[in-house]
């Protein structure tokens, strides 16, 4: 077995990465967003759903009250306990895993969807690639991946590409919280969408729709090609 002491571990950033999902997951209609989400996606009785960076688990229990099988995973240990409290809460029957993006653990070609929000920008690019080529391999074929993340959309106009008033503008402009904005384009790692587009379908994945809203969201909802098909 190959030594591992060049890979990247997510377990290192754990304390920033909680203190983030605690923010994106602070929302009075968090659960109304994941059931409209979910029926968007078509989710049925019986499928096999993992929502990966699932913070405190209310996509996965809103999943799991559809009838699917729900695996909640995340990194933080914080996280997981906040979403078996919520599912304990909306009787809601939820696995959860203490994993990343690198490290759930799946058999191939066995999810009927996978959702990923707001995770994926904690990865450097090289990694990115990794993690979704391991959530293409453990999709079924025909299978969808939801996935919503901080992206570049654009970069600042002009030859000097002012960051300071780029930053500016998308603080006052966007409601985003100046320390927020600052932790993360110091910190993160997100990349631009077309970066973003790019690995995607160089894996194999088939854009099915894309949707850049404000200046640092991506939403995409990619579908794993069933044999013979073109992605």
């Known amino acids: 077995m190959l030594a591992r002491d060049w890979y990247y571990t997510q377990r290192?950033?754990?304390?920033?990465?909680?203190a983030v999902a605690s923010i994106y997951d602070r929302h009075d209609d968090s659960d109304e967003r994941a059931?409209?989400?979910l029926t968007m996606l078509g989710v049925q009785r019986g499928w096999r759903?993992?929502?990966i960076g699932c913070g405190n688990g209310v996509l996965a229990c809103e999943a799991?009250?559809?009838?699917?099988?729900?695996d909640a995973i995340d990194i933080s240990p914080a996280m997981l306990a906040l979403a078996n409290i919520y599912a304990r809460d909306r009787k809601a029957v939820i696995?959860?895993?203490p994993a990343g993006l690198l490290s759930f653990a799946y058999e191939p070609n066995s999810y009927d969807l996978i959702v990923s929000e707001f995770t994926l920008h904690h990865l450097p690019d090289f990694w990115k690639a990794v993690a979704l080529a391991r959530i293409f391999a453990a999709l079924k074929p025909g299978?969808?991946?939801?996935?919503?993340d901080i992206v570049f959309v654009?970069?600042?106009?002009?030859i000097e590409r002012d960051i300071d008033q780029w930053a500016e503008f998308t603080i006052k402009n966007h409601d985003f919280q100046r320390e927020g904005v600052v932790a993360h384009m110091r910190d993160e790692y997100s990349t631009f969408g077309w970066v973003i587009e790019r690995m995607l379908t160089d894996i194999g994945f088939t854009l099915e729709s894309v949707d850049y809203h404000a200046p640092l969201h991506g939403t995409y909802l990619l579908r794993k090609p069933k044999p013979g098909q073109q992605s």
Do not use: C, I, K, W
């Not at 290192?12 to 909680?18: A, E, I, N, T, V």
């Not at 654009?154 to 002009?158: E, I, L, R, T, W």
């Open 64 to 70: 799991a009250l559809m009838g699917a099988e729900v």
């Open 12 to 18: 290192r950033r754990l304390g920033l990465d909680s």
């Open 35 to 37: 059931r409209a989400a």
């Open 143 to 148: 299978a969808n991946f939801y996935l919503r």
């Open 95 to 97: 696995r959860t895993q």
């Open 49 to 51: 759903v993992a929502d």
């Open 154 to 158: 654009s970069m600042p106009d002009g």
